[in-house]
T-cell receptor, first 115, second 114 residues
């Protein structure tokens, strides 16, 4: 799976949009970009994923650059409850191979939302 | 729909003992993965099961094992516990074993080895 690079920490004011960047310059065409977050001592929570196109759901939007070498997770109106560690993960798409299905977590970005 | 459940939530064991942790996936999900989380190593993949077969295994010693039952429920076992096995053990389920399917995590089992 391609390696990802994320800033170690970010701050955001409550009510403002939080834009979390992720660099995955070695991503290949068959790899998905996934985002998870983990609030202290809880299990990671799935947020969103995409392959090429931008994606949006009730939690967030995912913007993937045209060359797919980087992406941005957008939380449109951050709240205090969005304070968490955010993980950007690249997963191989095709079945088979040793990376089949598994998630490889890096250090993530600690997002702190301030009142 | 109920989420992923893990039992027990907390466990204290002594070095040398063995432990079995249980995971019930979301209804209809056939794939179960296990992860270990420690402050030093972060979140690490242990193994993945689909249709009662282990499909993938992480870089852990043979003391760590698992299995999946016909109803998709899964158990993991750690034998001859070491102090370093103290961790949060997380189970995740997904519809299938492909990376196209998102994994949903349970709350975890906090294991303390003394």
């Amino acid at each position: 799976d391609a390696k990802t690079t994320q800033p170690p920490s970010m701050d955001c004011a409550e009510g403002r949009a939080a834009n979390l960047p992720c660099n995955h310059s070695t991503i290949s065409g068959n790899e998905y970009v996934y985002w998870y977050r983990q609030i202290h001592s809880q299990g990671p929570q799935y947020i969103i994923h995409g392959l090429k196109n931008n994606e949006t759901n009730e939690m967030a939007s995912l913007i993937i650059t045209e060359d797919r070498k980087s992406s941005t997770l957008i939380l449109p109106h951050a709240t205090l409850r969005d304070t968490a560690v955010y993980y950007c993960i690249v997963r191989a798409r095709n079945a088979g191979g040793t990376s089949y299905g598994k998630l490889t977590f890096g250090q993530g970005t600690i997002l702190t939302v301030h009142p | 729909k109920a989420g992923v459940t893990q039992t027990p939530r907390y466990l204290i064991k002594t070095r040398g003992q063995q432990v079995t942790l249980s995971c019930s996936p979301i209804s209809g999900h056939r794939s179960v993965s296990w992860y270990q989380q420690t402050p030093g190593q972060g979140l690490q993949f242990l193994f993945e099961y689909f249709s009662e077969t282990q499909r993938n295994k992480g870089n852990f010693p043979g003391r760590f094992s698992g299995r999946q039952f016909s109803n998709s429920r899964s158990e993991m076992n750690v034998s001859t516990l070491e102090l370093g096995d103290s961790a949060l053990y997380l189970c995740a389920s997904s519809l299938g074993a492909s990376s196209a399917y998102e994994q949903y995590f349970g709350p975890g089992t906090r294991l303390t080895v003394t």
